[in-house]
Structures are given as structure tokens and as C-alpha cells.
């Protein structure tokens, strides 16, 4: 026994401290590669087929869920295995997916019913389903698994839903189609990259929840201007960054002031987009351009940009600490 | 049908009528993409001359009119195009650059009888290649003409990616020949 601990620390010891990962849905090529973010080199891909687009990483960083929409499934992936391990069939075409802190269950949108999905993942199966808004995009989750947001694109809307009892408690009109929703890490406010109107839409998510009576009113806080065609927001050091497909750019704004700060370029097309667990770096993926940006979160540069294969989406959260 | 393909490299070719009119806002959920090239026989400014102009797209067979406002500059910059196999496609434009000799551009109404995609942009860039010669790019990004579900063979993803490849083969090689031949 304790010879067999020994020997397991020897092996760990012989093993470099594994860097933090960036798991990329490569959407035309039908994939799913790993960046190694120290040496930001592509270091695994495994095939997933069904057009994968969403993702959500477990908190703990050992699995990684993936929607394909066109194949109407969700792969679970052992991300230190580089495998597939199991794929969840669902009745619809899944996109925006979030996974509860406890990685417990998936909560996945489906495109065309409109659903949101509850699966249990120790049942690998649908457990409950709730009727929102038109074509559900973007599901985020506050942090304490709570509340769950969905970006309900086609009714101009985010959905406010009461994890425990899978309801709906509050819906909120926002900017024209949102699509990537964003809850900050205090569980304060929302974001959400509304992709006709141009701008970010910012809710308080405790005064939307604890309006009973008027829901839809009063919530928005505030509208910020971004560039073309916004798809997803992250957010670091106070500053929000915006993917802004049409602009081919990065929008930052100060989540103070609300003033715009910068447009970075970043390739064509910029779509997922997360925050490092230090803050320090923001990664985008560039859907036309096939690569990887990583911006600086304080100079406001591009720090890196790394090729990676056909048609990157990430849209969700992509990033896997190792540390 | 058959003969107009046979005749004319064009806007509307391959399709099949369809009384489905999608709209330009909701779409499938797998965006596609492609990128056309071409290799010309000019400097990169000579073949800017021709395509530089938003509101002149003479230079594509498809093409029997273009009528439009704005000049070049972005998101003031609207044209229609009147296509020779008939029906209209109104285009803005977002993006232009000169000294890159780049343009871009999305779809803001095409019926898809016509075109069978949805929010539809593209970017059209001319890069100089070897020799002093050109290679012009023609990039689009867009989604399947029909916005729900399991969609009809004429209006899936394979038919917006043969419909739009068309279109770029088409305009690339005619404007190869047009520079070529000045």
C-alpha cells in the first residue's frame, strides 16, 4: 500500500505541471482540439462529429460537454483521456449548454422547440424540460448554480429560470437577438451580445428576480455600444470584451463607466471567448480565420494568436484549468 | 431550367422553385463558409479599378444592374442588384478599405428563390501575388436558406454552399478575362 503511494508520487513527480487548456469546437472540420495555453500548440484533436458549435467545461476541469446541433447530440469528453467517453442524444438541435458547479447536470437549449434541457449526468439522460423563448442561444449559470440564464434570441429576451425547481422566474427584454449570455462572478449582472441591435445589454439579476409582479421591466440596466455583430461576452480586470463577428474586432468597455475603451483586431469572424482563471488573458476563437487570439487584459493587446483547425466556435466555456 | 444553366453562369443557378420565404433574420444553426481564389494577370491596382466600386458590379455575369447609394463609405453604403436570371438582392456595406483593397459586405434582402442562404456577408480582397501579378479572395459567410428544422434538400447547407460557390466562380473568372484582356 504505502509503497504503491510512493511510487504513483514518483510517477506525478516525472510528469511537468500540465499548463491550463483551451478545448476549441472546430465546427467545418468536425473536431475538437486541445491548446496547450504555455506553449499555445495545438496538442491533441479528437473527432466529433454533428457540426460541434457549444461547449461547456466542468468546473473541475475532467470533462468537457459539446453540442453538436446538426447531429442533435451532446459528446462528453475526458478531457485528460482526449476522448469521448459517452454521447447523450438530444430531441433537438442543441447549441448553448452550461454545466451546475457540482457537475451534476447539464442544462442544454435546443435551437428550434424551444427547450431548455435538464440532464442528469450520473443518468446520462433528459430529466426535465422547460419551454422558453425562441431559439435559445447562449445558457449561462451563476456561480453558485442557482440560476440559470438563457439568451432567448429570436424573442429579443433572456429567460431567468430557478435551478432547483427548473421554473421560470423572471424574463427580461433586452437588445435585438441576443445570443451569448454572461453572468459576472458575483452573480450580479448579466451580459448579453445582442447581435442586431449592435450592443450588450447589462440586467441586475437580483432586482429581476425579486420582481414578482412586473416581470420584463426595470431590470436593464444599462445598453453598451460594441461593434458589428456581437456574439459573446467575457469579462476581467472591470473591463468587458465583446466578440464582435462582423467587425472582425475585440469591443472592451469599462464595466464601471461603462465607457468603450478599445476595438482590438482579431481576425474574422470572433466568436467564443473566455476569460483566463487568472484574468490575465482573454482567448478568442476566430470562426473564418481558424486561429486563437489571446489579448492581454491590461495592455489590450494580442498577446498571441495560434492556428488551430476549420471553423473554431467555442461558444460557451472553453477554458480547462489543470492547476 | 436545364438551359438557362447551360447558358448563363449566373445568380439563381441550381435552383429549384420553392415557395418558402425565409427571413433575413432567423436561420439554422451551422453557419457555412467558403473562400474562392483566383490568379490574375495584373497588378493588384488594375484589378481595383474594376471591382473597387461598391455601387458598380458590372464585372459579374450575374449582374445586369446595379443601382445603389452611399459611394464606398461603411454603413451608410446600400446597392441593389437586378439579376440577369431575374430577382433583386439588397446589399449594405461594413467594411471598406482601400489602401487594403478589401471590401465587405452582408445580404439585407434576397428572397430564397433567388440565393438559398440567410444573413449572408461576404468580403471581397485583392492581394498581390508573385510576378506583379493578383490574387483576388472572395469570402462568404452564411447560413442555409431555410430557417427551421430539418430543412428541404434545395434550401440545406449543400445547396447554399453550391449556389454561392457558383456565384464566386463565375465573377472571379469573368473578371479574370475583363483585366486580363484591358
Redesign the interface.
Known amino acids: 500500500m504505502r509503497l504503491s503511494v510512493v511510487s504513483a508520487a514518483l510517477l506525478l513527480a516525472a510528469v511537468p505541471a500540465a499548463a491550463d487548456e483551451a478545448f476549441i469546437t472546430e465546427?467545418?472540420g468536425g473536431a475538437v482540439s486541445v491548446l496547450d495555453l504555455s506553449t499555445r500548440k495545438v496538442v491533441a484533436r479528437m473527432p466529433v462529429d454533428g457540426?460541434p458549435?457549444g461547449i461547456g467545461m466542468a468546473q473541475d476541469g475532467r470533462f468537457a460537454y459539446v453540442t453538436s446541433?446538426?447531429g442533435k447530440f451532446v459528446s462528453v469528453i475526458d478531457t485528460a483521456a482526449r476522448r469521448v467517453v459517452r454521447r447523450i442524444d438530444m430531441p433537438?438541435?442543441p447549441?448553448g449548454i452550461a454545466v451546475d458547479p457540482n457537475g451534476a447536470f447539464l442544462y442544454v437549449a435546443g435551437?428550434?422547440e424551444p427547450r431548455l434541457y435538464k440532464v442528469d449526468l450520473a443518468r446520462g439522460e433528459i430529466v426535465a424540460t422547460l419551454e422558453i423563448g425562441a431559439?435559445p442561444s447562449g445558457v449561462a449559470l451563476s456561480p453558485d448554480g442557482a440560476t440559470i440564464v438563457t439568451a432567448d434570441r429570436?424573442d429579443n429576451q433572456i429567460s431567468i429560470i430557478d435551478a432547483a425547481t427548473f421554473t421560470r422566474r423572471s424574463v427580461v427584454k433586452v437588445g435585438r437577438?441576443p445570443f451569448g449570455v454572461t453572468i459576472d462572478g458575483a452573480g450580479r449582472r448579466v451580459y448579453t451580445a445582442n447581435v442586431?441591435s449592435d450592443d450588450v445589454s447589462i440586467v441586475d439579476l437580483r432586482s429581476a428576480l425579486s420582481r414578482e409582479e412586473a416581470p420584463g421591466v426595470g431590470s436593464l440596466v444599462a445598453t453598451v455600444p460594441v461593434g458589428?455583430r456581437p456574439y459573446a461576452v467575457a469579462l476581467a480586470q472591470n473591463k468587458g470584451f465583446v466578440t464582435d463577428q462582423?467587425g472582425?474586432t475585440v469591443s472592451v468597455f469599462d464595466l464601471e463607466t461603462l465607457a468603450p475603451l478599445k476595438r482590438i483586431d482579431v481576425g474574422?469572424?470572433p466568436e467564443g471567448i473566455e476569460t483566463s482563471a487568472d484574468e490575465t488573458l482573454v482567448y478568442v476563437a476566430s470562426?473564418?480565420s481558424n486561429e486563437v487570439f489571446a489579448i492581454d487584459t491590461l495592455s489590450l493587446k494580442v498577446a498571441a494568436r495560434i492556428p488551430v483547425g476549420d471553423?473554431p466556435r467555442s461558444f460557451g466555456t472553453f477554458l480547462r484549468r489543470t492547476r | 431550367m436545364a438551359a438557362r444553366i447551360g447558358t448563363c453562369l449566373c445568380f439563381g443557378l441550381g435552383l429549384v422553385w420553392l415557395a418558402l420565404a425565409g427571413t433575413a433574420?432567423?436561420h439554422g444553426?451551422?453557419?457555412q463558409?467558403l473562400t474562392e481564389k483566383i490568379e490574375i494577370n495584373a497588378p493588384p491596382a488594375k484589378v481595383w479599378e474594376v471591382i473597387g466600386s461598391f455601387q458598380d458590379m458590372s464585372w459579374h455575369p450575374g449582374i445586369a444592374k446595379t443601382t445603389g447609394e452611399g459611394g464606398n463609405t461603411p454603413d451608410v453604403a446600400k446597392r441593389q442588384l437586378t439579376l440577369a436570371s431575374g430577382g433583386t438582392i439588397d446589399e449594405s456595406l461594413?467594411?471598406y478599405d482601400a489602401a487594403e483593397m478589401s471590401y465587405?459586405y452582408?445580404i439585407d434582402k434576397v428572397d430564397v428563390k433567388v440565393l438559398p442562404v440567410t444573413n449572408y456577408?461576404s468580403?471581397i480582397v485583392v492581394l498581390p501575388a508573385d510576378g506583379g501579378k493578383s490574387t483576388v479572395e472572395w469570402?462568404g459567410?452564411f447560413y442555409r436558406g431555410y430557417p427551421?428544422?430539418d430543412p428541404p434538400p434545395d434550401l440545406n447547407e449543400e445547396a447554399a454552399i453550391k449556389a454561392v460557390t457558383t456565384v464566386y466562380k463565375a465573377g472571379l473568372e469573368a473578371l479574370k478575362k475583363k483585366v486580363e484582356a484591358k
Open positions: 465546427q467545418a457540426k458549435a446541433p446538426e433537438d438541435a447549441l435551437f428550434y431559439s429570436d437577438h442586431e458589428q462582423y472582425g474574422e469572424y470562426w473564418f471553423g | 433574420s432567423a444553426p451551422v453557419r463558409k461594413y467594411k465587405s452582408r456577408s468580403t469570402k459567410a427551421n428544422n
